[in-house]
């Protein structure tokens, strides 16, 4: 009897291994807002290509772009209950609830996407993310971003009081509002697939736009008018809900962790590279443009200084950063 014991407990020890191995395994989904052919939305899916081979096939990804899942604040409810594992956000929706990040948002913060990557991965920006499992429930993996914001437009702008009664879109969280409404714009919240469509018909007057989104998504046929300001850095944010997280061992952890790190660098390296090419690619085109500083918009800067300084505590530390940066 006792060889019969022995196997029947070998049986039992394989299968008890092999119910662990596959408790670990996950097939994790992952939302964005952005369209498929959209870098973010790439890079999610070379994020998922990467998981696999580095987990031997152990762990996938399914990525749902396009707003599949819901928008932006509807993802970050998912993410907290866990019923969704991953996204890639914009800061935009996170400031809603985190105040401290609107601070990424402060304009002329950065002068271009070089200065605003170098930014994004510093010290300081990095120490905003601790911030995001008690405030949010969430675990940031690190940043991601765009272009620098432009405004792009039915009627020519060509000084900040053309922009008085403007109708214009914007992604809808507090520090972008408020620096629009310092200009006398009427800020508009609109998913990014309605824009195209909501200049065509005259639903909005302007967009706040990166160069990359103008072009891949042809918002320039529906205005002709473009404001180069280069204003505002746009961030995204990788994240895992925080649920998920407690859920997997240390080495998953880390596995996530420096995988999604590697694509979200990824993400601003594309956007550093293309940035010059897209930018005389929208010059090329039959378009009329106004360069615009610091100055064209000083008042309506002033009052959102006004505003944030105290709400978002971690500018201080941003600007001296990125003064520090600059000199470099």
Do not use: C
């Amino acid at each position: 009897m006792r060889p019969l014991k022995t196997l029947t407990l070998a049986v039992a020890a394989t299968t008890f291994a092999a119910a662990s191995l596959s408790a670990q395994a996950r097939d994790f989904r992952l939302g964005l807002i952005t369209p498929p052919q959209h870098m973010w939305s790439q890079e999610a899916e070379s994020f998922a290509e990467t998981l696999a081979e580095r987990s031997d096939g152990e762990h996938s990804v399914s990525v749902y772009p396009a707003q599949q899942l819901g928008n932006e604040a509807q993802m970050v409810q998912q993410l907290q209950t866990g019923a969704l594992d991953m996204a890639f956000l914009t800061i935009a929706e996170i400031s809603n609830r985190v105040p401290d990040f609107g601070a990424l948002y402060a304009p002329y913060l950065v002068d271009d996407v070089d200065h605003a990557a170098r930014l994004l991965q510093s010290d300081a920006a990095n120490a905003l993310l601790d911030q995001l499992p008690s405030g949010v429930g969430l675990v940031g993996m690190g940043y991601g971003m765009v272009g620098m914001r432009q405004v792009l437009s039915r009627s020519p702008i060509e000084s900040v009081d053309d922009m008085r009664g403007q109708r214009l879109r914007i992604t809808p969280f507090d520090p972008i509002r408020d620096f629009y409404t310092a200009t006398g714009a009427a800020p508009a919240p609109l998913p990014l697939l309605e824009v195209y469509d909501a200049l065509a018909n005259g639903q909005v007057d302007a967009i706040d736009m990166d160069f990359d989104s103008i072009l891949i998504l042809k918002f320039h046929e529906q205005a002709d008018n473009l404001l180069i300001s280069n204003h505002m850095m746009f961030p995204m944010v990788g994240v895992v809900s925080g649920r998920v997280w407690n859920e997997l061992d240390e080495d998953d952890q880390e596995l996530i962790r420096s995988t999604m790190a590697e694509h979200l660098d990824n993400v601003i390296t594309g956007f550093q590279q293309q940035d010059a090419e897209q930018e005389q690619e929208i010059r090329e085109l039959d378009l009329n443009i106004v360069e615009a500083d610091a100055e064209f918009f000083s008042d309506a800067i002033a009052e959102w200084e006004g505003i944030w300084a105290d709400k978002a505590p971690s500018l201080e530390a941003l600007r001296e950063e990125a003064d520090r940066l600059r000199e470099e």
